[in-house]
């Protein structure tokens, strides 16, 4: 059974940082494409980053610069850093590997 636990959302002020961490089981971890999403209030779900297998990284083009994907392994996990956070940002995170999602992470981003 393939199970994704995401952690590390919370609510930040603008212009602040969050890592969140997904941690998978059920599935090979080091040969997936690992995918991050975010839905926002009243929004479609979007993707915001994948990692690849072999290290390929894709970003939504908006977000580069400012996220940064990773995994581990070892660990069975993907990371999403975040900086420069800012109040658009403010949805439910998910990772997702094909058709798998986690129950999600909230982040808020506000003063």
């Known amino acids: 059974e393939v199970r994704l636990v995401e952690s590390g959302g919370g609510w930040v002020q603008p212009g602040e940082s969050l890592r969140l961490s997904c941690v998978a089981s059920?599935?090979?971890?080091?040969?997936?494409?690992m995918t991050w999403y975010r839905q926002a209030p009243g929004k479609e779900l979007e993707g915001v980053s994948d990692i690849y297998s072999d290290g390929r990284i894709y970003y939504k083009p908006s977000l580069k610069g400012r996220f940064t994907i990773s995994r581990d392994n070892a660990k069975n996990t993907v990371y999403l850093q975040m900086n420069n956070l800012q109040p658009e940002d403010t949805a439910t995170y998910y990772c997702a590997q094909n058709e798998h999602r986690g129950q999600g992470t909230q982040v808020t981003v506000s003063y």
């Open positions: 059920g599935f090979p971890f080091s040969t997936a494409t």
